[in-house]
């Protein structure tokens, strides 16, 4: 079955020490999105690539960084992890839209990777 | 303001009466409305989306959208307990259409 799929389900790190989630999926889809979701808010969007065109939110901490080496992968860094980055960190994929003024394409979701920060 | 509102709930139902779950947006430009059903520890899972005023049925759910009034409502019909969620509505944003906004979610209790 075509899916997007998070590795690792689960991830604690240290304090300030980096950590990378990774992100892949079948789905041939253009767009990767990149979500932060704390316990009981909404997803956050962080940023998103269109095909190779990164897209970064005016509100995402410069901690974080990511990575699209090609169709299929996608990488989320976190340069130095604070105890306010623990969250659920989701992974999304779409099809392109077709461009300005035309229907947005459903997102679909990976499992997410629970962040921990000790 | 918000961009997209949500009542946080719980809206408790008993099993097989209609759950009404409502959703307000603020940018008259949307044009693209999505439902998602998440778990409690998973990640949103798709349900329904809407293009076009009026209603969109799939199964037991029911979209319902009404861009005049800047409202689009999820309706579940015969809920039952694997039911029990926080329901997600998403609405496109930016000129692009990619983005979307994210309520806050509205939790739903189905009780036996």
Request: charged residues 0%; hydrophobic residues 25%.
């Given at each position: 079955d075509a899916m997007v799929i998070q590795n690792p389900r689960y991830q604690v790190t240290q304090f300030g020490k980096p950590v990378t989630l990774s992100c892949s999926q079948?789905?041939?889809?253009n767009v990767m999105y990149w979500y932060q979701q704390k316990s009981s808010q909404a997803p956050k969007l962080l940023f998103h690539y269109y095909d190779k065109d990164f897209n970064n939110e005016a509100d995402t901490p410069d901690n974080f960084q990511s990575r699209r080496p090609n169709t299929s992968f996608c990488f989320l860094d976190i340069r130095s992890p604070g105890l306010g980055d623990a969250a659920m960190y989701l992974c999304a994929t779409s099809r392109r839209t077709g461009g300005p003024g035309r229907f947005g394409q459903p997102q679909h979701f990976g499992d997410g990777t629970r962040l921990s920060i000790l | 303001q918000k961009e997209v509102e949500q009542n946080s709930g719980p809206l408790s139902v008993p099993e097989g009466a209609i759950a009404s779950l409502n959703c307000t947006y603020s940018d008259r430009g949307s044009q693209s409305f999505f439902w998602y059903r998440q778990y409690s520890g998973k990640s949103p899972e798709l349900i329904m989306f809407i293009y076009s005023n009026g209603d969109k049925e799939d199964g037991r759910f029911t979209a319902q959208l009404n861009k005049a009034s800047q409202y689009v409502s999820l309706l579940i019909r015969d809920s039952q307990p694997s039911d029990s969620a926080t329901y997600l509505c998403a609405v496109n944003v930016g000129a692009a259409g990619n983005k979307l906004t994210f309520g806050g979610g509205t939790r739903v209790l189905v009780k036996p």
């Open positions: 079948t789905l041939n889809h | -």
